[in-house]
């Protein structure tokens, strides 16, 4: 099984940038699609962003599209997400997710690892 431990949340203010990292043990991210979810209070697990093995697939949310990018190191075994233009409702805990198989879901109930989550706060 591959362990994820997410990093790199925190306050930033309106307009600013993060970056998040999912460092992967346990097993090879290779073997796996990577997914960032996040979870605001009071709400449910939204997906953020996906992408293959190889990184030639990427699937990204229409509210983060064109501010969010996601991408992995396979031989740091690690995926980021860099998040520009940040706006206050993209407060959340964000989650790293891993899945085998080739597809790039963006539900939930698709990913069987995750990790613990960061929180990532913006203010107005």
């Known amino acids: 099984q591959v362990q994820l431990v997410e990093s790199g949340g925190g306050l930033v203010q309106a307009g600013g940038s993060l970056r998040l990292s999912c460092a992967a043990s346990?097993?090879?991210?290779?073997?796996?699609?990577m997914g960032w979810f996040c979870q605001g209070v009071g709400k449910e697990r939204e997906f953020v962003a996906a992408?293959?093995?190889?990184?030639?697939?990427?699937n990204v949310a229409d509210s983060v599209k064109g501010r969010f990018t996601i991408s992995r190191d396979n031989a740091k075994n690690t995926v980021y997400l860099q998040m520009n233009s940040l706006k206050p409702e993209d407060t959340a805990v964000y989650y790293c997710?891993?899945?085998?198989?080739?597809?790039?879901?963006?539900?939930?109930?698709?990913?069987?690892?995750w990790g613990q989550g960061t929180q990532v706060t913006v203010s107005s």
């Open positions: 346990g097993r090879t991210i290779g073997d796996y699609v």
């Open positions: 997710a891993a899945r085998s198989g080739g597809l790039l879901y963006s539900h939930v109930g698709r990913y069987g690892f």
């Open positions: 992408i293959s093995w190889n990184g030639g697939s990427i």
